[in-house]
Each structure stands twice: as structure tokens, then as C-alpha cells.
């Protein structure tokens, strides 16, 4: 039973995760790029979203190397958050919600796998 919790938690980041990476095949960096220059980074640190919203979400769905991989969509959530939702960190939204909530989703479910790991059902242990 254990192992199949820790494969729908996987498959649950994963996914979500993914479909964000997806979205941003189609939309661009660009905008996130803008974001990062206007922090005093370079706009091409925006191409690591493909990384943390696209590969590593792969790996975590597939159980390879998904501790490593889920740590790193936590980092691209901590990005996202500093970038983007910071004025949401203290809010209530109209339904009662965090203001980050979502964000704070997936930061958090990524943190779970990188600490419980991937379970037996995955390419490998790690």
C-alpha cells in the first residue's frame, strides 16, 4: 500500500508539474526571462524552466532518479514564488485560499518525494 501511495504522489507532481512545462513549450520564456533580468540575473536562466517543469517532472512520474529530480522542481517552485508570487505569500484569496496555494502544492508534494523517495514502483530506488 505504501508503495502505491508514493506512485500516485509521484504521478501527481509529476503530471501537474508537467502540464505547466508543456504550457510554456507553446507560450515561451521569454516573459520569465524578463523576470530574472529585472532581479539582476541573466534572461537565459528562464531555459531552466524546461528542466524543472519538463524533465524532472518525467523522471518523477517514471521513478528515475526522482529524488534528485524532485528536488529540483522544488527550486523551480521557490523560483516561482519569488519571482512571480511573492505579493500572494500572505493572502487569503475570495474562496478562503492561501494565496500561493498551488505553488505551495507543488513545492511541497515535490519535497515529500525527494524525502520518502520514489517506492518499488519506479525504474529505480533513487
Known sequence: MEDTGKLVLRLTVGGLTLLHGI????????RIGGMLQGIG??????FGV???EILAPLLVILGFYSRIAALV???NMV???GLVHMNDLFTITK???WGIEL???FLLTALCVALIGPGR????RR
Open 23 to 30: 504550457a510554456k513549450i507553446s507560450s515561451g520564456v521569454g
Open 41 to 46: 540575473l541573466p534572461a537565459e536562466l528562464a
Open 50 to 52: 524546461y528542466i524543472g
Open 73 to 75: 522542481i522544488v527550486v
Open 79 to 81: 523560483f516561482a514564488i
Open 95 to 97: 474562496t478562503g485560499g
Open 103 to 105: 505553488q505551495a502544492f
Open 121 to 124: 514502483f519506479a525504474v529505480n
